[in-house]
């Protein structure tokens, strides 16, 4: 079946980066676009930016331009997330949604989520 | 960018319907398509409604969703309410360079 399945659950420092992995199956890897999307404790859903598992192109939301990098593996149909410069902000469970192929801008199938935790 | 507002919780008793709204802040709420996503504690969000109206596969009818011009708003409208929809539900829509979420509903039903 189509799943998307995420690495576990981290704890950084401030000022350290984390990369949460998120490996597709069950369908075409290249051809549907990946979004990351992140969740605070109690708060609601943040988009973070894309990734297009076929060429590599990313686009990022201007929040988290230049601390964060998106890449895939087309060999092991995994995408990754990478934030840098982590705060204690940044707490949140992270995301990862496949774009649907049927309906442009939505998101059909969603990883698990992996809770990444920053704190000193 | 835009947002999306919705109200922060909604409440109603089961059988009763409830009526969720996410307003656009700029741009008009018709010019991109409103999907609605339901989010139970601990779980990853699922989609309700797609396309300001269209319910995937397996949806039952009970959810619906509709698009207002005139307040540049869209809603989300669940009839015949179960404890099973008891959840946090988010609008979301997008622009030509990003995509954005409402700031998420609360439903209990009590």
């Known amino acids: 079946q189509v799943q998307l399945v995420q690495s576990g659950a981290e704890v950084k420092k401030p000022g350290a980066s984390v990369k949460v992995s998120c490996k597709a199956s069950?369908?075409?890897?290249?051809?549907?676009?990946m979004h990351w999307v992140r969740q605070a404790p109690g708060q609601g859903l943040e988009w973070m930016g894309i990734?297009?598992?076929?060429?590599?192109?990313?686009s990022y939301a201007q929040k988290f331009q230049g601390r964060v990098t998106m890449t895939r593996d087309t060999s092991t149909s995994t995408v990754y997330m990478e934030l840098s410069s982590l705060r204690s902000e940044d707490t949140a469970v992270y995301y990862c949604?496949?774009?649907?192929?049927?309906?442009?801008?939505?998101?059909?199938?969603w990883g698990q989520g992996t809770m990444v935790t920053v704190s000193s | 960018n835009f947002m999306l507002t919705q109200p922060h919780s909604v409440s109603e008793s089961p059988g009763k319907t409830v009526t969720i709204s996410c307003t656009r802040s700029?741009?008009?709420?018709?010019?991109?398509?409103v999907q609605w996503y339901q989010q139970r504690p601990g779980s990853a969000p699922t989609t309700v409604i797609y396309?300001?109206?269209?319910?995937p596969s397996g949806v039952p009818d009970r959810f619906s969703g509709s698009i207002d011009s005139s307040s540049n708003s869209a809603s989300l409208t669940i009839s015949g309410l179960k404890t099973e929809d008891e959840a946090d539900y988010y609008c979301?829509?997008?622009?030509?360079?990003?995509?954005?979420f409402g700031t998420g509903t609360k439903v209990t039903v009590l």
């Open positions: 979301q829509s997008y622009d030509s360079s990003n995509q954005v």
């Open positions: 949604a496949r774009e649907s192929g049927v309906v442009v801008n939505a998101f059909d199938i």
């Open positions: 069950g369908y075409t890897f290249t051809s549907y676009y």
């Open positions: 990734i297009n598992p076929s060429g590599g192109s990313t």
């Open positions: 700029s741009g008009s709420i018709a010019s991109n398509y």
């Open positions: 396309e300001d109206n269209q319910r």
